[in-house]
């Protein structure tokens, strides 16, 4: 998907902000946390496969890049978990060597089958991430749910963390998830959804607005195809009406102007990446009418 990325980035150049314009840009749109009314940013961080081993300096310099880029335009949201390999260990380290830690909310998640397990990769977890509090963890894929929801309620009331919740990205799950939201309080859901991924626009999204929870968005360039079906292809016309200038920022647009969406979490391992990505929380968001077009052009594909 990187490559396809690459492609459509150079036909797109041209279009785009240079980077000293778009350090001088609006500031990011944001979005409250129901729980709370924190506002985020709708675009974050997410670190799965691009920070999961980079053993040499010439692997870490990029990433260092990338994060320093992000929270020099503005960025808070960072989201990792302990089974993304080495991300927490190298996200703490950077985070750490740039000291950017104050201005940036850290998300991680706890996957484990027992509350024993589950309490030892959390401590694990703050010392990977080299903070005395985190911002959000989130119990991965339901796994052990109620043990591991009980100790999260036990951390956020020892002021340890400050929000909780849950994640999926799997639609599989998604009746079991929607059970759980339903009997459980949380602050934070995250799930997948992205232009060619809409099913849990049906019953999830809606929920969580229902429900005052916070919505974070995984795999909002979906599984690759999005990319794939649109390389080569000219930005439609109504990309200009939000402002879009490419690809990316179509797609993430459309996913962080769902009413029920608080933030999306794509991953970025390259700092012209930030920018472009980062350019998808200014401007203009498409409307209900737009959205519907946009829906109806990719399927079109």
């Not at 840009?25 to 974050?44: C, R």
Request: aromatic share 6%; hydrophobic share 45%.
């Amino acid at each position: 998907m990187d490559l396809t990325r690459r492609s459509l980035m150079a036909a797109g150049a041209a279009a785009a902000l240079p980077l000293p314009a778009l350090a001088q840009a609006a500031e990011l749109i944001t979005k409250p946390i129901p729980s709370s009314g924190e506002a985020l940013p709708v675009v974050g961080v997410g670190t799965a496969r691009r920070y999961d081993a980079a053993p040499t300096e010439a692997e870490r310099a990029p990433l260092r890049a990338t994060l320093k880029r992000f929270h020099d335009l503005g960025g808070k949201v960072i989201d990792t978990a302990p089974s993304y390999g080495q991300a927490e260990t190298i996200v703490g380290e950077l985070v750490a060597e740039l000291k950017i830690r104050p201005g940036l909310f850290l998300a991680t998640k706890v996957g484990a089958d027992s509350k024993e397990a589950g309490r030892a990769q959390i401590e694990a977890s703050f010392q990977k991430l080299k903070t005395e509090r985190l911002d959000l963890i989130a119990v991965h894929n339901l796994r052990d749910i109620t043990n591991q929801l009980a100790t999260l309620r036990d951390l956020k009331q020892s002021g340890r963390i400050r929000y909780l919740g849950a994640t999926t990205s799997f639609d599989n799950q998604y009746a079991d998830f929607e059970a759980m939201m339903r009997r459980e309080t949380l602050d934070v859901i995250q799930v997948d959804y992205a232009l060619d991924n809409r099913g849990s626009a049906e019953r999830i999204l809606p929920l969580a607005r229902d429900r005052g929870m916070a919505v974070m968005i995984n795999l909002p360039f979906g599984r690759g195809r999005l990319f794939q079906a649109t390389q080569g292809r000219p930005l439609p016309d109504w990309a200009k009406e939000i402002d879009c200038a490419t690809w990316a920022q179509v797609f993430l647009k459309y996913v962080v102007s769902h009413p029920a969406v608080t933030c999306a979490v794509p991953g970025m391992a390259q700092a012209r990446y930030v920018d472009d990505n980062l350019g998808a929380a200014r401007g203009r968001m498409p409307d209900a009418a737009l959205r519907t077009r946009m829906e109806q052009f990719i399927d079109g594909l």
